[in-house]
């Protein structure tokens, strides 16, 4: 009954957000540890692959799939494609041969981490509504 109610909810996207976004950070986080390694090349996951499987997992579940709602970021398999990290297309390298643009890369991890928190507002706003409708109080 508690897996109805929870996938009668956004919950189940958030979780997807959540996890994303969790993942990201570490890879986002291991570019600004490399700064100074020589030849390190700035690594990211697809925010535009994991936008599109999160939109089709939506669609299919308004659809009645009795599948549990999932944007493909399995936290257990390495293989998913949505985990692959891809090297960033950047064409500026450095003396050492790196392409690691700091400010870039803390945009990114602001950008990551404002995304992380919404999504952990809504979710926190959920479980109160759900709280607060099981109690019956308002």
């Known amino acids: ?32 540890a490399n700064i100074n390694t020589p030849g390190y090349k700035t690594r990211d996951l697809s925010v535009e692959v994991f936008e599109k499987r999160l939109k089709d997992a939506i669609e299919q579940s308004k659809f009645g799939s009795s599948q549990p709602l999932s944007a493909g970021m399995s936290m257990t398999d390495p293989e998913d494609p949505i985990r692959k990290v891809s090297e960033s297309m950047t064409n500026l390298l450095y003396h ?30 959920q479980m109160q509504l759900l709280q607060s409708a099981i109690s019956e109080r308002v």
């Open 1 to 32: 009954m508690l897996p109805n109610l929870l996938g009668s909810t956004n919950i189940p996207v958030l979780q997807q957000v959540l996890n994303f976004a969790q993942a990201r950070h570490g890879v986002l986080a291991g570019n600004i």
């Open 96 to 125: 050492d041969e790196t392409n690691i643009d700091l400010e870039q890369q803390v945009t990114e991890i602001n950008k990551n981490q404002i995304l992380h928190s919404l999504a952990l507002q809504v979710m926190t706003n």
